[in-house]
């Protein structure tokens, strides 16, 4: 008897024991469905929501519903809408609708337009054309443009004609260039082939050079290689060098190198050591690690 006592006892201490964490449990699985009901996923047990959990759902779920409707959404349900609800829907419907049409949207219906909307659309319609055929940029008719219209758009596109030959960068029409608009665009030519030699860009043409662009880019050029080879840049040609600059370059490798060796650090060739460099270096930093 003594022993059924003290195991039933012990049972009861191991369920007082285990409670807690049953009832954490039991906790987060009715968290989750909470927000699983809120959200409308079908892991949604109603049945284990109590009366104010049930409440809060339903809000959830409603305020769900006039997003969707507020986003044109085809899970809207327009029945469940409140009649202030439904009133503002129908403003900002009929607002989106009126910036579709200004903005040459194609869900863009003309026909919820009141008689002012549709004026204004109208003219912001043949605005978005001319500037359009102004810049040569998006759809261009020229058939809605009046004989003043389509004057200022010839010589706005003349213009962006001149501006892309000067610059070299978009379409260029030479042919329809007056003969000093020419003349200019082919000295801007030559002024950038001029920088581009200069600079060592990609586009130069050293055929296209007067005699002193061709000194100065080739002075340019030189001093370009000369930075390279200080920093030891691949790009460097030595055979470049004269024979003054390759012997300063030398004496420049020679410090870096006897500074890496008295101070190990960095690259140091002891091979390149004079005796006296050589004899002032304690043995354990005249050598590089492999």
Not at 50 to 66: C, E, F, I, P
Request: glycine share 4%; hydrophobic share 30%; proline share 3%.
């Amino acid at each position: 008897m003594k022993v059924s006592l003290r195991k039933c006892f012990w049972a009861q201490v191991a369920c007082l024991s285990l409670w807690p964490l049953l009832a954490l449990a039991q906790s987060s699985d009715l968290a989750q469905n909470l927000e699983a009901c809120k959200d409308g996923r079908e892991a949604c047990d109603h049945s284990q929501l109590s009366h104010s959990q049930s409440a809060d759902v339903a809000l959830a779920v409603h305020r769900r519903n006039v997003s969707n409707c507020r986003k044109g959404y085809d899970s809207c349900d327009h029945a469940k809408l409140t009649e202030p609800e439904a009133a503002a829907l129908a403003v900002a419907d009929h607002q989106r609708n009126v910036s579709n049409c200004s903005y040459g949207i194609t869900s863009c219906d003309w026909s919820k337009l009141t008689q002012s909307e549709a004026r204004e659309v109208a003219a912001a319609e043949r605005q978005r054309n001319l500037d359009d055929c102004k810049d040569g940029i998006g759809p261009c008719d020229r058939s809605h443009l009046t004989h003043s219209e389509a004057g200022d758009v010839n010589e706005a596109r003349h213009r962006l004609n001149m501006s892309d030959c000067e610059s070299g960068i978009g379409p260029c029409d030479h042919s329809r260039l007056t003969p000093s608009e020419a003349r200019n665009v082919r000295a801007a030519e030559r002024q950038r082939n001029a920088q581009n030699c200069e600079n060592g860009w990609g586009e130069c043409d050293h055929s296209k050079l007067t005699p002193l662009q061709a000194r100065q880019a080739v002075h340019e050029e030189h001093q370009r290689n000369i930075s390279a080879c200080k920093e030891g840049e691949e790009t460097c040609d030595y055979s470049k060098l004269t024979q003054s600059e390759a012997s300063a370059l030398a004496t420049v490798e020679r410090q870096r190198n006897y500074t890496a060796c008295s101070k190990g650090y960095g690259y140091c060739d002891p091979s390149r050591l004079t005796a006296a460099e050589a004899a002032g270096i304690p043995a354990e930093r005249s050598s590089t690690p492999e």
